[in-house]
């Protein structure tokens, strides 16, 4: 339970933190053209609500398979930038490697905060929660084959239309 | 004061950091058992208000000593869980190693966050304040011989129930 | 995007982490004198607004070039010290690497968040955003040539005293 992970070299240890902070600076900083490319061609990112999860219920409250979605995702994100601006900001925790699978594959997890603030407006937690997720390493560097934030609050603001 | 700290060789550090990211997940998952398996069998946990702690004042909000202090607390928690369910999410910023003492013993610390969401609720900020710890190296790996939670926010909300 | 950064050594990692850290502990812990020592000689702090910054506008909430400015900035704040204490927190996220210069100098960033608690008050997000850093490796180690705070929330609260 306590022991140093073994499952990852310091390199890849250091490349899978990477990935995590380079996930989120993508997002604050509004580069969501950049957001398929952290995800395996058919790559899963999926949102949902801790209760559902912890239930066992297949719920989400959004679950996107594969480049197509993703990518149609970004479109509507983009396309309604224009109505809601509001900027976010991630804070991650470590992440924490659970398993390394024998195709290579690894589980990971991090806590995540996400505060949102409107223009002229004060900041607020939009989500907090973790993140579940499935790696794999490519040629281009690790990906997300599965991404999934389970957020602690049940009661999402009604605005989230930035990927988190 | 801010050079790296040669105290721990990287295996160490890497194990220091796996176990604060652990101690948090346990709790975020509400794991209430695996919490006392954090400590040493006479470890320490202690909850105080940054006030009295920079005061010197001994009065702590929550003292418990060994593992049976633990373990009844535990114990309590569960008895508890029907009655006040909410969600807790620790955001833990990455330990710093103060002192390597002779015995062996590690003086650490890091900032911490702990946003509670009630069920059907929204997150709010429980505690923000920073762990100052005590770690011994064991067979079992690394364990708190001392673990204090001093929080910047004299009123904690009347409703802290889980380990934090 | 998503490759561990080779722009580092693992030992100077270390350090640029352990830099950010150390200099968050030091402004929690109210260690005011101690904030210049965290920069060079002609060392440059900004906090800007994220609009501001994203428009390219110069316009800075604060801004101090040099040891005798930010040496003047403490003197202030220990003076208005008694006036409306609270306590901040930083939560700061894993520090990355964007560039080394050929003159050695270190782009990089962080997310942030700022956490105040008025004495007898409730914590409040005080700020949130990111720092974007320039470093120099001196003989006493990593210091900040440029360190700026650029911030999502452009209604600061009025009372930003102390060092972020």
Known sequence: MTHASPLLTPDEALAVAALYADYADALDEGRWADWPGFFT?????????RENHERGLPLATLALEGQ???????????????????????VVG???????????????QASVLVVRTPRD????VLVVGRYLDQLVSTPEGWRFARRELIFDNDLLPNSVIYPL
Not at 41 to 49: I, K, N, S, T
Not at 70 to 89: C, E, I, K, M, N
Request: hydrophobic fraction near 35%; avoid cysteine.
């Open 41 to 49: 061609a058919d790559g899963v990112y999926r949102l949902q609500a």
């Open 121 to 124: 407006g004060m900041p607020e």
């Open 68 to 90: 197509g979605m993703l990518l149609d995702r970004v479109g509507a994100v983009s396309g309604t930038l224009f109505h809601h601006p509001y900027w976010q900001r991630h």
């Open 94 to 108: 470590a992440p924490r490697v659970r398993a390394r699978h024998d195709d290579g594959r690894i589980t990971a």
